[in-house]
Each structure stands twice: as structure tokens, then as C-alpha cells.
């Protein structure tokens, strides 16, 4: 609850001062995060119990809720308003076939009902999102002969 109404409290404020803010599709965007701090708080936050990034070998005794792993290849490129949702809110969207002891009862992620809102910074948050975002390598699209544009000389 905590960063939630720091959270707002910082989207009011950033809104309006905020030199990026007319390029941001939301609107507002939060202070530019330290990606080696965001790993910092990866493994502070035991980010590691359920979820894998290439490069952060963190041993964990047991079993997490579930095993996501972070970062790789993608289609398309993970936003910073994304990432900022699926760390905050991520029962926003939760990926079809996500794993079922994932998701708690009523179809909550298990991390939601964590309640790593209520402990984390806001300097946390954008400084895991500092270190996720360069974790997307995004793939060219594939080829598709029906959407080929063709030369005309």
C-alpha cells in the first residue's frame, strides 16, 4: 500500500514536471532507474524465488510459486509502462498458459498476493526497471510473403 500512494503521489507530481512526459504514452514517466542497483534490489526483494534472469545465479533452497524466467527473445519490445504494471499490478495480465501454481485462488498472481507492494521503494521499482528492460533482445518479424512491399522502379 505504501508504494502505491507513493507511486500516485509520484505520477502527479512527475506529470507535470517531468521533460519526458509528453513523449510517454501514459503520460508521466518515473526517474530513470541504476540497472546495477535493480539487480541489487532482484535479489533483495528474493525477485529470484520464482523468477530466472540470464546472468543473476542466486541458489534458492526450495520451491518458488512458480518458475518465470525474465528477459530473452521477444516480438515486440517490453515498455517501461509494461514492466512498471507487471512489477506493481501483475495480476493485470497474466500470460495464458502461466503456470497454474502461479496464479493463487480468485486468479491472483502468486506475487500480487506476496504483498512485495507493501515493502518495496519506488527507487526500487524503477531500478528493476532499469535492469529488466536491456534483459529483452527484441526479433526481427518473420518473413510473411503476403506483407512483402514489393520495389516499384
Do not use: W
Not at 534472469?53 to 524466467?69: L, M, P, R, W
Not at 495464458?96 to 521503494?121: I, W, Y
Amino acid at each position: 500500500m505504501r508504494l502505491c500512494i507513493a507511486l500516485l503521489a509520484s505520477m502527479t507530481v512527475l506529470q507535470a514536471c517531468t521533460p519526458d512526459a509528453a513523449n510517454s504514452p501514459a503520460g508521466f514517466r518515473l526517474p530513470s532507474g541504476d540497472a546495477a542497483a535493480g539487480r541489487q534490489a532482484f535479489v533483495d526483494l528474493r525477485c529470484f524465488v520464482c523468477h530466472q534472469v540470464k546472468g543473476v545465479d542466486v541458489a534458492y533452497e526450495g520451491t518458488g510459486a512458480a518458475s518465470v524466467a525474465l528477459g530473452g527473445s521477444v516480438t515486440r519490445v517490453k515498455t517501461y509502462g509494461e514492466l512498471v504494471t507487471a512489477i506493481i499490478n501483475p495480476t493485470h495480465r497474466v500470460a495464458p498458459g502461466f503456470p497454474a501454481k502461479g496464479v493463487a485462488p480468485g486468479g491472483e498472481s502468486v506475487m500480487a498476493v506476496a504483498g512485495l507492494n507493501d515493502v518495496m521503494t519506488v527507487r526500487q521499482l524503477v531500478d528493476l526497471v532499469a535492469f529488466l528492460q536491456p534483459q529483452y533482445k527484441v526479433l526481427p518479424p518473420a518473413y510473411n510473403p503476403y506483407t512483402y512491399r514489393y520495389q516499384y522502379h
